[in-house]
C-alpha cells in the first residue's frame, strides 16, 4: 500500500456518487491498494492532462509500471496517441456528467503491451469542499489487443 490519501479520496468519491463502498475490509485502504479490479486516480484541473497520484496492486501490474515510475506521469500516457482524441472526450463527458459507466477503450502499457479495457467506470474526485480536484477509475475486464 502506497499513501493512504488518494486512496481515501477514491472510496468517498466513489461512496458519494454511487451509493455503495467500492471495496469492504477492515483497512479498506489496504483492500483497494489488493483489489482484484484496476483503480487508477489523477489529479488536475479540467481539461488539463491529469498526472497520476494513484494507482493499485492490479492497475501497476496491468500498466508494467512500479509505484515511482507511475506516479506523476501524465494520464495521457495510458494511451497511445491515436487513441488520445478518444480518451479527451470521455474525460470532457465525466466532467459534465460526474461519471460515466461502461466506458470502453485501447491503453498501453509502459512496454508498449496494448490492451481493450472494458466497462470502466470514470468518475471526478472532489475535495471535502466539493471543489473538483480530479479524475479516477476502476475496471476489472481487460484483455490484450
Same mark, same amino acid.
Given at each position: 500500500?502506497?499513501?493512504?490519501?488518494?486512496?481515501?479520496?477514491?472510496?468517498?468519491?466513489?461512496?458519494?456518487?454511487?451509493?455503495?463502498?467500492?471495496?469492504?475490509?477492515?483497512?479498506?485502504?489496504?483492500?483497494?491498494? =489488493?483489489?482484484?479490479?484496476?483503480?487508477?486516480?489523477?489529479?488536475?484541473?479540467?481539461?488539463?492532462?491529469?498526472?497520476?497520484?494513484?494507482?493499485?496492486?492490479?492497475?501497476?501490474?496491468?500498466? =508494467?509500471?512500479?509505484?515511482?515510475?507511475?506516479?506523476?506521469?501524465? !494520464? !495521457?500516457? !495510458?494511451?497511445?496517441?491515436?487513441?488520445?482524441?478518444?480518451?479527451?472526450?470521455?474525460?470532457? =463527458?465525466?466532467?459534465?456528467?460526474?461519471?460515466?459507466?461502461?466506458?470502453?477503450?485501447?491503453?498501453?502499457?509502459?512496454?508498449?503491451?496494448?490492451?481493450?479495457?472494458?466497462?470502466?467506470?470514470?468518475?471526478?474526485?472532489?475535495?471535502?469542499?466539493?471543489?473538483?480536484?480530479?479524475?479516477?477509475?476502476?475496471? =476489472?475486464?481487460?484483455?490484450?489487443?
Amino acid at each position: 500500500m502506497k499513501s493512504a490519501e488518494p486512496a481515501r479520496l477514491i472510496l468517498a468519491n466513489y461512496r458519494r456518487l454511487f451509493g455503495r463502498d467500492l471495496v469492504h475490509g477492515q483497512d479498506v485502504v489496504q483492500s483497494l491498494f =489488493e483489489a482484484p479490479c484496476a483503480v487508477l486516480s489523477a489529479l488536475g484541473p479540467p481539461g488539463s492532462d491529469h498526472l497520476f497520484n494513484y494507482a493499485n496492486r492490479t492497475a501497476l501490474a496491468l500498466f =508494467e509500471y512500479e509505484w515511482t515510475e507511475l506516479i506523476g506521469q501524465p !494520464s !495521457s500516457t !495510458s494511451a497511445e496517441p491515436v487513441h488520445r482524441d478518444e480518451r479527451r472526450r470521455l474525460l470532457d =463527458e465525466v466532467n459534465r456528467f460526474g461519471f460515466i459507466e461502461n466506458y470502453s477503450g485501447i491503453r498501453i502499457s509502459k512496454n508498449g503491451r496494448r490492451f481493450r479495457i472494458n466497462h470502466a467506470t470514470v468518475f471526478n474526485l472532489l475535495d471535502p469542499d466539493g471543489h473538483y480536484v480530479g479524475q479516477a477509475a476502476t475496471f =476489472e475486464d481487460w484483455a490484450p489487443v
